[in-house]
């Protein structure tokens, strides 16, 4: 454990000197409490009358369950309070208006993978902080390297808090008892290079050329043209997954498919991906599309869904690199396509 600062003492030397320093300590604040009040409720779960009951079906076609519905309540109530101008939210089709003079928009999932909530798997709640622009809305629509803070919050085992503020990244562990995080990492850098993917292995036919090829390159390891053998993980929790490769590297990946609904990936780019690849560049790692970097994008719409590859600076180049190699129209092709370029040669 670090020196066990508290993150209002982190933010408040982390954030000073920073365009609007003072208002995104209070926001990061806002989240952090009321991510407190939801570890307690996960936590309870059906003992404060969470069942996981299905609640209706958001905009974009996602259900929502109780909880959702519940985190996403709890989020906004504790940033109408703080300096935000618009939050937009996945469990609301369009942004909501705060305060028009307000100076910072932020983007939030408020509680990411609560399907696995079930079976008692570790879910999230991911924020994106960007300062607001002229006209608030289209705030939203600008490219990620906009961001001035991004964080993360992993409820599991233990509650931990990953703040990208101000170039760097820390962890923070949840002190139960005194219900507030404390600092347990300070400047957290990615391993550059694990030999580990992450990836939902079931859509292997549904995958573009170069992510299959990449995938076998993997799994071919030193038997093929390997310089090592790799080992897979995959939670199906986007926190989860990248708290694992901020502690011991290695590369995730959602690629976009040939299954109808995932022509560009699964997640989306305002509240998962960007703040995830913010987090994943100020430690050392790198996030793409496979062709693009993703920080460099823009959403054209709210919840506009993105392919993610991130993690380690190796792993997401070598990604990179296969896309490179295999031009678009080899893409869902059934032909081998290691002839055509080999990552590790
Ligand atoms: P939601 O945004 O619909 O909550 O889902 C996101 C997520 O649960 C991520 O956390 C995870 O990476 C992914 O979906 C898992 O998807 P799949 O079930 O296709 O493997």
Known sequence: MDDGMTLRSHLDQAAAGLPNGPAVADVISAISA?????????????????TGRFEGINSDGDQQKDIDLAADGMMRRALRNAAVAAILSEESELPEVFDNGAPLCVAIDPLDGSANLE????????????????????????????????G??????????????????ET????????????????????????????????????????????????????GNGEADFNMRWIGSLVAEALRILVRGGVFLYPADARPGYREGRLRLL????????????????????????????????HQRVPLIMGSKRGVRDVAAIHEGIEPMFDNSDAPLFARRGLFR
């Open 34 to 50: 009321a991510s407190i009040e939801l570890a307690d409720l996960i936590a309870d779960g059906p003992l404060a009358g969470i």
């Open 119 to 150: 079976n008692n798997i570790s879910v999230g709640t991911i924020f994106s902080i960007r300062p607001r622009g002229n006209d608030v809305l289209s705030t939203f629509f600008e490219p990620g390297t906009a961001q001035c803070a991004a």
């Open 152 to 169: 993360f919050v992993v409820y599991g085992p233990q509650t931990i808090l990953v703040l990208a503020l101000n170039n760097s990244v």
């Open 172 to 223: 923070f562990i949840l002190d139960r008892r005194r219900r507030e995080f404390l600092l347990i990492a300070r400047g957290v850098k990615i391993a550059p290079s694990t030999p580990e993917f992450a990836i939902n292995a079931s859509n292997h036919r549904h995958w573009h050329g170069p992510v299959r090829a990449y995938i076998d390159e993997c799994l071919a390891g030193t038997k």
């Open 271 to 302: 509240y998962e991906a960007h703040p995830m690849a913010l987090i994943m560049e100020w430690a050392g790692g790198d996030a793409t599309t496979g062709r693009r970097r993703i920080l460099e994008l823009a959403a054209r719409t709210p």
